[in-house]
């Protein structure tokens, strides 16, 4: 039976999957440069590194994961079920 490979992205927006360090990691680009924000064992705190990065950046009307701290909060609750 073969192995299931895990997809190297995610549903969150400037996340993606390292497979060489098993974690999720997060980058922008800006003005046609890619900032490296981290890398992080779930998908929601690397998405709220995007979005803090977003704001920062682009602007508060950026496209950005979360809307607020509870749909980040939910988020990270329901990958915490997932995982384990």
Not at 16 to 44: D, E, P, S, V
Not at 47 to 69: H, I, V
Request: aromatic share 14%.
């Amino acid at each position: 039976k073969k192995k299931k490979k895990k997809k190297m992205y995610s549903q969150f927006v400037g996340v993606t999957f390292n497979r060489t360090h098993n974690k999720y990691q997060a980058c922008i680009t800006h003005y046609r440069k890619q900032h490296y924000l981290g890398r992080y064992k779930l998908a929601a705190d690397a998405a709220l590194a995007y979005d803090e990065s977003a704001r920062l950046l682009k602007g508060p009307n950026w496209k950005t994961n979360f809307t607020t701290r509870d749909d980040y909060e939910l988020a990270k609750e329901r990958e915490i079920e997932q995982v384990s």
